[in-house]
Antibody, heavy 129, light 109 residues
Framework: EVQLVESGGGLVKPGGSLRLSCAASGFTFSSYSMNWVRQAPGKGLEWVSSISSSSSYIYYADSVKGRFTISRDNAKNSLYLQMNSLRAEDTAVYYC??????????????????????WGKGTTVTVSS | SYELTQPPSVSVSPGQTARITCSGDALPKQYAYWYQQKPGQAPVLVIYKDSERPSGIPERFSGSSSGTTVTLTISGVQAEDEADYYCQSADSSGTYPWVFGGGTKLTVL
């Protein structure tokens, strides 16, 4: 069974740090890009960060750039998110998500596709004094 | 920054057809994807590449695209379809492909 299980969430004070983990199973983890997506209480989904299969390409949302660091260990089938300088607005459920991506070619053009086809159940981060 | 616009809410009676729209300037050039999220649960992919349905998703879920608007259609809505629905796509350059719409709450009356 394809599965993603997040851990590491909790209560932290503003300015503090937290490291989230995501354990993958049931698929070849090293073949997929992975993402972190968060959802603040009562709000919508917000993409946080993405890492390619070999860690060659890493992207961050502007809201977390310079404070969060995404990484992965393919030998351990694990994804991580190091969160520093946490703010109240970082309070959210953090989801780990597998990305399926690629390119489709037609006679006249090409189209990239990126979507998240497997999601974990999430881990809750609360930033409060 | 690029935005995808969805109506905050859509209401429909059981057995009727629900249509949820998502608008964005880059949609003529970029695929769209749809996720369903029930309360307290993780999102689930229900449509990818505008109109493809993952295995295990009921046939009553379909997607379409026209210009700057994509539409998720749920035919013969059932009570279990009540959920939040989010579209996702990329900006015109494809630099940031993980843009989500604000979400639409589907209420089954």
């Amino acid at each position: 069974e394809v599965q993603l299980v997040e851990s590491g969430g909790g209560l932290v004070k503003p300015g503090g740090s937290l490291r989230l983990s995501c354990a993958a199973s049931g698929f070849t983890f090293s073949s997929y890009s992975m993402n972190w997506v968060r959802q603040a209480p009562g709000k919508g989904l917000e993409w946080v960060s993405s890492i390619s299969s070999s860690s060659s390409y890493i992207y961050y949302a502007d809201s977390v750039k310079g404070r969060f660091t995404i990484s992965r260990d393919n030998a351990k089938n694990s994804l991580y998110l190091q969160m520093n300088s946490l703010r109240a607005e970082d309070t959210a459920v953090y989801y780990c998500a597998r990305e399926t991506s690629g390119i489709e070619y037609s006679s006249s053009s090409h189209y990239y596709y990126y979507y998240m086809d497997v999601w974990g159940k999430g881990t809750t981060v609360t930033v409060s004094s | 920054s690029y935005e995808l616009t969805q109506p905050p809410s859509v209401s429909v009676s059981p057995g009727q057809t629900a249509r949820i729209t998502c608008s964005g300037d880059a949609l003529p050039k970029q695929y769209a994807y749809w996720y369903q999220q029930k309360p307290g649960q993780a999102p689930v992919l229900v449509i990818y590449k505008d109109s493809e349905r993952p295995s295990g998703i009921p046939e009553r879920f379909s997607g379409s695209s026209s210009g700057t608007t994509v539409t998720l259609t749920i035919s013969g809505v059932q009570a279990e379809d009540e959920a939040d629905y989010y579209c996702q796509s990329a900006d015109s350059s494809g630099t940031y492909p993980w843009v989500f719409g604000g979400g639409t709450k589907l209420t089954v009356l």
